[in-house]
């Protein structure tokens, strides 16, 4: 059974770094068929795309957070990290990891979401 | 940007009724392998997305066959034959075709 799990800062400070980490049990995030996946959702609002990488380290990302996003795999420790540079409240929602399968570009696995709020 | 768009975007159903969901692409989801690259999700009240159908027609794992997904290059449907109370919550179409990957607005499903 494939879990993620989402951990990281439940409040960070505007210009700041957002830095969340997901956890994943169940399957290897050395795995060669799936993309580790982020999104996020807004209060109140639909869902959000923000990048993927894959085992290999490559990654692709949202252009509209292209400059501030950066995906990194941790194969020691099963896991993949996100950092938001120059948080706003914009920032503010709530942030879901994910697995993609490759052959069918679609998302089976989702952690349970963390909240983070973007404030002084 | 591939844009999705969703209706109707508030969908109030009695139980036992069936409902219809309608995804409109601003281009073509299907790829040259035959595949459309669609997928349609459901976020239940408080709960992360859950997948219904992949590849616009493919219902997922443990999902029931009263959820059905079809369509083409840009218009997509999403069918429940017979609505249930635990199928409250919002559905959203997804593209994976190009990057982004993209969503429609959701569709609040609810109980009349």
């Known amino acids: 059974q494939v879990q993620l799990q989402e951990s990281g800062p439940g409040l960070v400070k505007p210009s700041g770094t957002l830095s969340l980490t997901c956890s994943v049990s169940g399957d290897s995030v050395s795995s060669r068929s799936y993309f580790w996946t982020w999104m996020r959702q807004s209060p109140g609002k639909g869902l959000e795309w923000i990048g993927h990488?894959?085992?290999?380290?490559?990654?692709h990302y949202n252009p509209s957070l292209n400059s501030r996003v950066s995906l990194s795999l941790d194969t020691s420790d099963n896991s993949f990290s996100l950092r938001l540079s120059s948080s706003t409240a914009a920032d503010t929602a709530v942030y879901y990891c994910?697995?993609?399968?490759?052959?069918?570009?679609?998302?089976?696995?989702w952690g349970q979401g963390i909240s983070v709020t973007v404030s002084s | 940007d591939i844009v999705m768009t969703q209706s109707p975007l508030s969908l109030p159903v009695i139980p036992g009724e069936p409902a219809s969901i309608s995804c409109r692409s601003s281009?073509?989801?299907?790829?040259?392998?035959?595949?459309?690259?669609v997928d349609w999700y459901l976020q239940k009240p408080g709960k992360s997305p859950q997948l219904l159908i992949y590849?616009?027609?493919n219902r997922a794992s443990g999902v029931p066959d009263r959820f059905s997904g079809s369509g083409s290059g840009t218009d997509f449907t999403l069918k429940i034959s017979r609505v249930q109370a635990d199928d409250v919550g919002v559905y959203y179409c997804m593209q994976a075709l190009e990057i982004p990957i993209t969503f429609g607005q959701g569709t609040r499903l609810e109980i009349k």
């Open positions: 994910a697995r993609g399968w490759e052959l069918l570009r679609t998302f089976h696995y």
């Open positions: 990488l894959y085992s290999n380290g490559s990654t």
């Open positions: 590849l616009g027609s």
């Open positions: 281009q073509s989801l299907l790829y040259s392998n035959g595949y459309n690259y």
